[in-house]
């Protein structure tokens, strides 16, 4: 190097630097536009440029460039076009840019803030949601404490019980426990919905969207009918209004609901179901020949199509409709027996009192599946069903023939064989769940069980 060199170094280097990558076949080019590849450090250190990105068609856009050194020797930042593809342009600075440029495009610097700002917003709110940056919902008793709405609620001290003390209860009912009562139990009275109809009537003809395609999806349909006029043909025939009135502080409404369990058999509780106001069955549930077990009075049976058989005058039929052909299986089984199948035979025509006919409401179905049962299994049980239908009528609920037997099997009390009958899990509904449910009810003292043998 020259004496020159010595004083300049940095532009030496810089001029010896731009004469290696000068093309052989330019010579008359100029140092004032310098074509360098972002993100190589050839330009800086004197490298080769490989002739393949000099051909690359590029993209223009804007940079940020760091490293030039300013009148006293501070680096500054400058806004230079560049190419995105990897080719950038400079036009009258060094190209070597001493000591390393740092290129970022204000795209990708862009990009990058935002995913920053969207990490730190998501996590401030996440914390904003849980009260804190200790994290509670790492603590199974601050949901408890927030009240925030569960997929699965965490029984485990959700039902705290408080005594019954008249002074300081509210009372719905003459009788000594009231379904309606508040205050007894946390867990109940979060779920418990007074408003909601169990019976689908004139005044609730209507379904919210999302309660209509749930139900539709229950059952194949085969044939689309319009909703509103199946209804307003069927109540046409039957007489379409709740028979069930508000809470009174002078009644005291006792209901019986009779499972099929096998446990009823010999447990002698039929003059105990007997005594209710309300004796609710369902599905077959035959009477005679076991009237010491099961009882022999009936208010409301629950049946679907399929195992509709037909009632005495004074019981009322309660449909409980999977899809739009039980509406118009119903209309027609009690006017002109046109339709005698859906997915299995059933009756042509159907012997009941039409004044008493009942149509289970879709939208307390969902109810039932959204607050009770948590979504396990595809849909309730009918028994889970006809419970809940009592909670909502009743002032009082007493409940028989639920669940297994005492050695565990899961079967009819009018079955001969004790191993035969419903398996413990159909794949449909979830038995054990609902076993607890049950047992969560009892403790919270809205029911009592009658365990049967």
Excluded at 1 to 9: D, F, H, I, S, T
Excluded at 177 to 188: E, H, L, N, Q
Aim: net charge positive.
């Amino acid at each position: 190097m020259n004496a020159e060199c010595k004083v300049e170094r940095l532009r030496c280097l810089e001029v010896f630097s731009w004469s290696q990558l000068q093309p052989a076949s330019t010579p008359g080019r100029t140092a004032s536009r310098v074509e360098t590849v972002a993100g190589s450090s050839a330009w800086q250190w004197g490298g080769r440029v490989p002739s393949i990105t000099q051909h690359r068609e590029g993209r223009w856009g804007l940079g940020w460039v760091w490293g030039s050194p300013g009148p006293k020797g501070q680096r500054l930042g400058k806004l230079r076009p560049w190419l995105s593809d990897g080719a950038s342009v400079e036009r009258g600075g060094r190209p070597g840019g001493g000591g390393g440029g740092v290129r970022c495009s204000l795209r990708v610097c862009v990009l990058l803030g935002s995913l920053g700002l969207v990490f730190l917003t998501s996590l401030f709110f996440s914390i904003s949601l849980r009260g804190g940056v200790g994290l509670p919902y790492l603590d199974p008793s601050g949901w408890e404490e927030s009240r925030r709405v569960k997929l699965v609620p965490n029984y485990a001290g959700a039902h705290q019980l408080h005594p019954l003390d008249g002074t300081h209860q509210q009372k719905t009912c003459a009788c000594l426990r009231c379904v309606g009562d508040p205050g007894v139990s946390d867990w109940f009275d979060e779920n418990y919905d007074p408003d909601i109809s169990p019976v689908w009537t004139r005044d609730n003809i209507q379904l919210p969207s999302d309660v209509y395609y749930w139900w539709v999806m229950l059952q194949p349909q085969f044939k689309p009918h319009t909703i509103k006029q199946v209804l307003q043909r069927l109540f046409q025939v039957i007489p379409g209004r709740s028979p069930y009135g508000a809470w009174d502080l002078a009644r005291c409404l006792r209901c019986a609901v009779v499972g099929n369990s096998g446990n009823l058999r010999g447990a002698g509780y039929g003059p105990t179901i007997d005594s209710h106001n309300y004796i609710m069955r369902i599905n077959l549930a035959p009477t005679v020949g076991y009237e010491e077990d099961a009882g022999s009075h009936t208010t409301h049976h629950f049946m679907y199509p399929e195992s509709a058989k037909n009632l005495a005058a004074n019981v009322s039929f309660v449909l409980v409709p999977f899809k739009t052909l039980d509406l118009l299986w119903i209309t027609s089984a009690l006017s002109t027996g046109q339709i005698r199948f859906t997915y299995a035979p059933v009756k042509q025509f159907l012997r009941v009192d039409k004044d008493k006919v009942q149509i289970f409401n879709p939208a307390f179905f969902k109810y039932i599946h959204d607050r009770w049962t948590k979504h396990h299994g595809r849909y309730p049980s009918t028994g889970m069903l006809v419970l809940f239908f009592a909670l909502h009528v009743c002032d009082e609920v007493n409940v028989f023939g639920f669940g297994a037997d005492s050695r565990g099997n899961w079967h009819h009390y009018w079955e001969q064989n004790r191993y035969s009958g419903e398996f413990r899990k159909t794949g449909v509904h979830d038995a054990d769940y609902e076993a607890q449910i049950i047992d969560y009810l009892a403790k919270a003292r809205k029911i009592t069980v009658f365990p049967g043998k």
